[in-house]
């Protein structure tokens, strides 16, 4: 395993194209080296005192610990919610060739793959 720290990022989006465009922006700008986005998510919260429920788009985001500051920084800035989640969780381990696939900033594949 490499000395660096990995994590998976989890946000919500109103919809497809905003989760799309969150997306991008996020892996153009360097922050992440993949994002899944989920349709069908069905959340539901509590909002200022009232049980909500809501159809949404969730993104899976795969980042090291290091690029995090601005990738929360840009899912704040761009967000269209009020208050967007963004949450990470660390990843304990996992298949290394993927883990130091991450860490490229670059987002460089193996010599093997396309």
């Not at 395993?1 to 996020?26: I, N, W, Y």
């Not at 005192?49 to 800035?77: S, Y």
């Not at 761009?78 to 490229?104: K, M, N, S, T």
Request: aromatic share 6%; charged share 20%.
């Amino acid at each position: 395993m490499t000395h660096k720290r990995f994590l998976v990022v989890l946000s919500t989006c109103p919809d497809a194209q905003v989760a799309g465009e969150l997306a991008r922006a996020l892996l153009e700008g360097g922050h992440a080296a993949c994002v899944n986005v989920v349709p069908g998510v069905r959340s539901m919260y509590v909002w200022k005192g009232a049980v909500q429920a809501d159809d949404e788009v969730l993104l899976v985001i795969k980042t090291t610990a290091a690029r995090f500051p601005a990738l929360r920084d840009t899912l704040v800035a761009q967000h269209p919610y009020q208050l967007p989640e963004v949450v990470a969780i660390g990843i304990e381990d996992g298949h290394h060739p993927y883990l130091d696939w991450l860490a490229d900033p670059r987002g460089g594949a193996p010599a093997d793959e396309p």
